[in-house]
């Protein structure tokens, strides 16, 4: 309880980012996933309390994977089965995740890293449908004199958010999307993270044309790692302010057997 | 930057307490609101790729008020104003605020306090319709010892939880709910907290018969100060350990010209 | 092409019965099915356009068997098969159904039959949990001097809409609710009937405190005898009037794979 | 009641032709209003009952405008002004109609008429952004040897449904859609037609580039003639079997205070 003085004290010049991208209904979406839609039930006007007050409140529609998100280990199966070899037909039973749903997905309070592929490069965002590897994770670290530990989160930047208002380029169903290939998804089990984000809809690459037709990052991370994938982020305030490592925080939506959350994660420095 | 390396040194023994209630469609409802459904779009084996891999993901319909969350300050008018005198119907024009909405609501990081009034009375829950004062808050900052500071989050525990499966009596329509009144709503703004929250979906005091005819405290601290309120929280884990001071965490849905947003709100100690 | 016209003039003075209930939020609903509810996207006011004009459309979100609706044969299934011993799992991949769904249900447009089983009790509404059986609709048919026929529609009355307002009562999950018996289901199964329809929300007797654990007239009329379901309908006016034989018209919506429909079904009499 | 069974021998012979489009989730959506999306809350497996049968049921997503639908009244207001000259703020205070609303749309069964005016021009679809003209009408009347008379329904026919899978196209939003223009709308308001409807999302003419700042038809229709108006109709199977006349029905949803219903009109020879 001394260090809970040293604690919030310390975070008094606490520098909060917000990592998210809004939410409204013009946002990029995936093929596979409903939008965003909110609808007001009620306005200011509509019910007068005596004392002249009145409220407003909205009907919510939306994919649980939409917009800045967090996918439940749930989400992906692999021959039937999901993490830990547990029956996937089995678990959804009933409409909704008896296992590994959102509501057993652990709040995220730990170190994170971000890693800035696009200024490693030199170059303002990655070409659509360029495969982030093993390699360029690598020489981030090295160029930000950073290291990932075991229970890191790792933020993969890619520039992406430049396209966020260009619905058919960011969702890159044909002209496709960058995002950490296969190498770097084993770059990041073996180094054992605790989660994973990126700034696209699919996280991982998405080779021109190919569309969604194979996931193999998606595999590998949730399924057999039991890393859980945040997708949609917004890294480009870190980027800007060169902030490579920071406490990160993240805290989904306890949804009862659900695959997924929208959430709002943050990186915090002092 | 060096500073970075105490800060996630420290949190390396953070003890994290998760605040919310979780998310299913069984979950108590205010009368005013929409309840929590979703819906698997998608299942296991309903589409599976070359690999063997296969999704599932939901549909997910709710109010922006349903479960734990927060009200942002479009939520309540007065008198066809909206804090800061500005006009609720302007602002809504659109489907959607303007002004005041839920993408203004800034991250909440900061110290907070909880307030546990049942302790102090020696029960283990406060009374249906049972008005916390500006005394009690007083008394239980006493016991606890600890301050109240400008820009602390108070949390305030009436025990209401227990209630929790018995949605009539939750939401206590006729029953009425314990929470604070007008004199600890005056006893939050004089020391110009940064948010506060409680247990119950209403937050203030409901009194017995009464439903939400009126909601005095929503409009002195929403209309008046400014202050959002978070409701439904579940404080009773940091009741059972004696956490009375944490650094509380925040971070609502970036949901453009929202009226709320539901929240996984947490308190960390060190 | 003649007979078209003998066909409109005949209807210039046509009486159209209304069968259905209204659609709004307040309407009981069965424990298994979400309810009716819409919100507004836009108001007039929100968007004028040049000339002045403005728009209002709404979201809805519903139960597909929310209000008065028709089952499609893929509601309900047997020992994992449905109609015609079609698997159910099948049918149901991909997260709407390949057979059976609401796509083929054809339009009605038959004789239709409204047997009044009150006033052949000489009551105004039937006890809750009472099983309307084979005998009562054979007397119905004898005191209203009607005959079913194969193709027709039959329509039992029940009175139920008295408790309409009442939702605890209306759906009777421990009250029970009055309905066709297996051996009324057996009598229009035998006289091979188009489509049936009822005034209930489960359409077939409820028993006192069993809730829907047993649905065995479902089960006879849709999956072993490809009878569709009508339920909460209105049938007071019909029986006001003492309409026992009427043309019976129903457009069930298109969905496609879907398991029910909300209709407006009508009788015309000429 | 002898008629009656004129009536319904008569229509043993009935031809019924469904003039709707079916609802799923693909279907063209117009830019101001929500799709149609359905997810199975339950699916057959989920809960076995004791006698071996299971159920299945979704939950519905829709806009009150979606697929095949027709328009209330209230739908649209010139100078914030309804039909009759009712204050469109006043009636849709509380989120849904007071008066005007779909519950107050009567149940359309009346003679019906279709015009095809790609016949009477000799093309299989007319040109995007092609105006229909009261001249049009006239001479599609000559061809087809039918005239309007008050209280008719009349539908006009465009051959649009031919671009239903191509969304961009059938929307239109640059490219224009083809519909009645004002002098159309005179036309038919001068001949008092109960309602009217067309294959197209928006009715009237869109013409290229204008996308729907302008809709002066529903003006005429809606707020100065008390018309309702069907959309997204499809009249193709009419057309080829040179249908022109009929018994038109159509059973919209009594959705209290709604703007719009999905619908399934069907028209009806003998």
Known sequence: ????????KLLAD???YDLSQPLQQSIPVSPNHPGFRMALLRRHGDMVRADGSSASNE?????AHTGTHIDALCHVSLNGLLYGGQDANEAQKGGLFSVLGMDT????????VMLDIPALLGVEVLGAGMPITSEHLSKACERQGVEVSPGDAV???SGWPKYWNDSETFVGLSGGVPGPDESAAAWLTNRRVRVTGAETIAYECIYPGRGHSLLPVHRKLLVESAICIIES??????ARENVSEFLFVLTPLK??????????PIAVVS
Chains 1, 2, 3, 4 share one sequence.
């Open 1 to 8: 309880m001394p260090t809970n003085g040293a604690l919030w």
């Open 14 to 16: 606490a520098r909060v």
């Open 105 to 112: 997905v652990p709040i995220v309070f730990c170190r994170g």
């Open 233 to 238: 982020m917004n890294l480009t305030e870190l």
């Open 155 to 157: 933020l993969i930047r």
């Open 255 to 264: 949804i009862v057997g659900g695959t997924g959350s929208p959430v709002r």
């Open 59 to 63: 009907l919510i529609v939306m994919g």
